[in-house]
Structures are given as structure tokens and as C-alpha cells.
């Protein structure tokens, strides 16, 4: 181990990637988890994600690919667009995507960490504790999610239009929907009311299908939402079934109305954030810089599945950025050397995330019809859900949206834009 000890405060999927990056390459790292392996374990589902390619070979480097099973293997991703004009592709993933619950994963990492001989202090640390903290370590690193913390990160108005929620979000585990055979992920569209998406996931009892409802607010989806599962639950899994019935029919069908429920009040969330991405180091009072990795330094809708990919992505960024000068300084220069490479990614997935929040402009709407016809463009697009800056180059613009239709041969006809 060399002298430099780094601290990192949240032992979520940055904290913990950046965590075992750094104890690989002997570099002394302490982790503050506001909670025991056993407590996170015990907690509410907290969000859902499928992580890529990418993701996952960073988890092999680490030796916590722990859940690696072909029959875990996501295969293939779904779009369906229901509405007026309905059309459906389904990608298929080069690399197998997986979604593992992140409390089993962030539990049993925390634990390699720990018996890998890492230190571990258990405890919610405030804002006010990060000054003590940067008189302890070399470099304090914020990764603590999307909680209070991540308010002394400065926001970055350039890459945060939004100053609301575009949805209202729901996530809960479901027993009795039969997955699709190649197992696949998928989002159903539902024109202005928002979007259903499925993701089998490894849970406590083995695979089972997770539905997240992104729900427009002031849409057809909202009131399940607002709809407390403790409250009724009977009444919580009819509303979803009739909303599945009327706005994602082809998930409906694979669905057995006796069986269909949340597995247990636990693993359901309801909530809404407000996208915003934050410069990724501040100054404390005392002059110590620190710096933000994951959803503190930019918080993405869930919606392109990207947040906890790029908050992998992050941390070794973040983590090369340490390895190549591991006795420091980190200074304010080194912060903001680092900055620049965590942004050039991040940046970009936020951009592209908040342009698919809104309804899609004629291009992108092209883009879907030629996915729909041509499975090569629809194997790109979800393939490209590993390197979101290909999606969004190609989707941000008219320009780019002709130019890759024009190396797969197709010519947009305006009138399907038009009809
Ligand atoms: C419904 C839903 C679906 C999603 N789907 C996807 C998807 O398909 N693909 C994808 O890539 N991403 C997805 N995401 C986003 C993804 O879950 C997050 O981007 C990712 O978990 C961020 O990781 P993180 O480590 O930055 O933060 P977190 O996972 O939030 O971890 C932070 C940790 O720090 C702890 N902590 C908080 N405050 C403190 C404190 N003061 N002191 C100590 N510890 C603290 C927290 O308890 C937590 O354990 C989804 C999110 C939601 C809500």
C-alpha cells in the first residue's frame, strides 16, 4: 500500500467500484457506508439498474462478478411504441446486459471489500464531517448517490434544463409475469402519458421481472404513483394490471392476473428526482478539495439506463486519475484535471438522457420506423445503450440521424415523419 489514503463516503456502485479499484492497485482507500452489509440487505428496493458491457467487465477486473450465470443473461432489448402509430423492435445485445438487486450487490461488494482488508467505518456522514475527513485523507471522495450531500457540488446549468421531475417513478419487483424467451429488457412508449419499462432482475429468491413506471405528470400512469401499496394492496396490483392492459398489451398478455403482485411491500419504490448534473469537485472552508463520482455528480432519469453504468464508469475514471499519481498531490489542480475526464463522459450521457425525456422530434421518430424495419439498426441502437455518446450523435440531430440511416442504406421517406 503506498501513504496516500483515499476516503469515500456512500458504498453504492461508484463508491464500492472506486473502493476495490483502488485496494487492486494498493492504494489505501476507508469506505463510509451509512449502513452494515446486514442493514442494506434489510432496506427498500432502491432503484433497478441494468448495467452493460462495459459495466460488467469492469466487475470481472474487480472479481465481484459474483451473479455471472448465462441464465441471468439479458439478451435482447424491446421498444415498443403504443398510440396512434405503434411499432416494435427488439435489439439483440452483443455483450449480455444483467440487473442484479443492488441491495444483494452492494452488500456482498461491501463485504469483499472489507475481507480484502479494507477499512470500513460504518455511519451516515454529514456535510459538516467532510472537513474532518479531508484532514485524515489524501483525497475525500463524495459518492454518496442522490441524497443531501451533493449539494455542495455547484450545478452545471448547461447540462441541467430540467428544474422538476419529468416523471413520476415507480419500480417494484412482480411475481407472476413470465419473461420473454431470449430473456430481454424492454420500454413500452406510451405516447404523453410516459413509458413501462421490464427488467428481469437476480433478487433474493432468483430472477424476477422488475416493471418500472415512468409516469408523465398529469398522464394516465401518474396515479399509481401516488398510490400507497402499504394502503391497499390488492388495490395497488389492480390499478397496475388495468394500466399494463390498456398501454402495454404485449406485456399484459405475458402476465397471469392470479399470480400478478409486488413480492413483498419492500420491493417497491415511488419517488421522482429532478436530473442535474454538478461539477464533480468543490472547495471545502478549509481550502481541501473534494470530489463527486456518480449520481452526486450527475443524476440521470432513469430512463436510458445509465446512471449506475456511468457511476461505474466514473469510478474508474476517477480511480486511473489516482493510479497515475497515486502519492498526490490532489490538489485543486489535480481535481480539476480529473473533472474534465469524468465530465467528458458524464456530460454527454446527461444531454442524451434529457433529450429522450422529451416527445421525439421528426428524426428521432425516422430513426424508430427504420429500427422497426431493419434489425441491423435496431441491434446498433441497443447495442449502443453501452456507448451513449454513438446514441447520441446519432439521435441529437437531424443531421445525424440522416447521416447513419444513410450508411445503412435507408433514406428517410418525410412522410413518415409527416403522417
Ligand atoms: C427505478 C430506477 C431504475 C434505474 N435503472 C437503471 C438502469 O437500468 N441502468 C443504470 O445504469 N442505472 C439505473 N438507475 C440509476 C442507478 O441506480 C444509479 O445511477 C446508481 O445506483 C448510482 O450509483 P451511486 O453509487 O452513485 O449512488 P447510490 O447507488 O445511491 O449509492 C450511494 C450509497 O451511499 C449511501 N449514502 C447516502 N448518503 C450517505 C451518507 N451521508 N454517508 C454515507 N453513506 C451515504 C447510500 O445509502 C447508498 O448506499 C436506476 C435508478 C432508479 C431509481
Known amino acids: 500500500m503506498t501513504s496516500a489514503s483515499i476516503g469515500i463516503v456512500g458504498a ?4 464500492l467500484h472506486l473502493g476495490l479499484f483502488l485496494q487492486q492497485h494498493g492504494i489505501a482507500a476507508t469506505l463510509y457506508s451509512d449502513r452494515t452489509p446486514d442493514q442494506i440487505r434489510a432496506g427498500r428496493l432502491p432503484n433497478a439498474p441494468l448495467v452493460f458491457g462495459h459495466t460488467r467487465a469492469r466487475e470481472r477486473a474487480l472479481g465481484v462478478n459474483h451473479w455471472d450465470d448465462p441464465a441471468h443473461d439479458v439478451r435482447s432489448f424491446y421498444v415498443r411504441v403504443g398510440g396512434e402509430r405503434p411499432l416494435a423492435f427488439r435489439g439483440n445485445l452483443a455483450r449480455p446486459a444483467i440487473c ?5 450487490y452492494q452488500a456482498r461488494l461491501l463485504e469483499d471489500f472489507a475481507a480484502r482488508g ?6 451516515p456522514i454529514a456535510a459538516g464531517d467532510l472537513g474532518r475527513l479531508a484532514g485524515k ?3 475525500v471522495v463524495v459518492a454518496a448517490g442522490r441524497g443531501s450531500l451533493a449539494e455542495i457540488f455547484p450545478r452545471v446549468p448547461e447540462h441541467s434544463p430540467y428544474s422538476a421531475p419529468q416523471r413520476r417513478l415507480v419500480g417494484a419487483i412482480f411475481r407472476g409475469i413470465t419473461p420473454t424467451d431470449p430473456l430481454g429488457a424492454g420500454v413500452t412508449v406510451v405516447p404523453g402519458h410516459g413509458e413501462v419499462i421490464e427488467l428481469p432482475m437476480v433478487s433474493f429468491d432468483g430472477l424476477r421481472i422488475v416493471l418500472g413506471i415512468e409516469a408523465l405528470p398529469g398522464g394516465a400512469l401518474e396515479p399509481l404513483t401516488h398510490l400507497r401499496y402499504e394502503d391497499d394492496p390488492r388495490g395497488f396490483a389492480d390499478l397496475t394490471l388495468a394500466l ?3 398501454h402495454a398489451p404485449d406485456l399484459h398478455a405475458r402476465i397471469d392476473p392470479a399470480a400478478f403482485a409486488p413480492t ?4 417497491l419504490l415511488q419517488g421522482a428526482l429532478t436530473p442535474v448534473v454538478r461539477r464533480a469537485y468543490a472547495r471545502l472552508d478549509g481550502g481541501a478539495c473534494v470530489m463527486a463520482i456518480g449520481d452526486v455528480q450527475a443524476l440521470n432519469d432513469p430512463l436510458t439506463g445509465q446512471g449506475a453504468n456511468t457511476a461505474s464508469h466514473s469510478a474508474w475514471t476517477l480511480g486511473e486519475a489516482i ?3 497515486p502519492d498526490g498531490p490532489f490538489d485543486e489542480a489535480f481535481c480539476r484535471r480529473a473533472e474534465g475526464r469524468l465530465r467528458d463522459y458524464a456530460d454527454t450521457v446527461a444531454d442524451y438522457t434529457n433529450m429522450m425525456l422529451q416527445p421525439p422530434a421528426p428524426h428521432r421518430l425516422d430513426f424508430m420506423v427504420a429500427a422497426a424495419r431493419r434489425q441491423a439498426i435496431a441491434d446498433e441502437h441497443v447495442n449502443n445503450f453501452d456507448a451513449p455518446a454513438r446514441n447520441w450523435a446519432i439521435l441529437a440531430t437531424p443531421e445525424g440521424t440522416a447521416a447513419f440511416l444513410h450508411r445503412h442504406g435507408v433514406v428517410p421517406a418525410p412522410a413518415l415523419a409527416a403522417s
Open 12 to 15: 453504492g456502485i461508484a463508491g
Open 100 to 104: 442484479v438487486d443492488q441491495r444483494l
Open 118 to 123: 479494507g477499512r470500513v467505518v460504518t455511519g
Open 137 to 139: 485523507h489524501a483525497l
Open 244 to 246: 399494463l392492459r390498456q
Open 264 to 267: 413483498r411491500p419492500l420491493d
Open 323 to 325: 493510479r497515475e499519481r
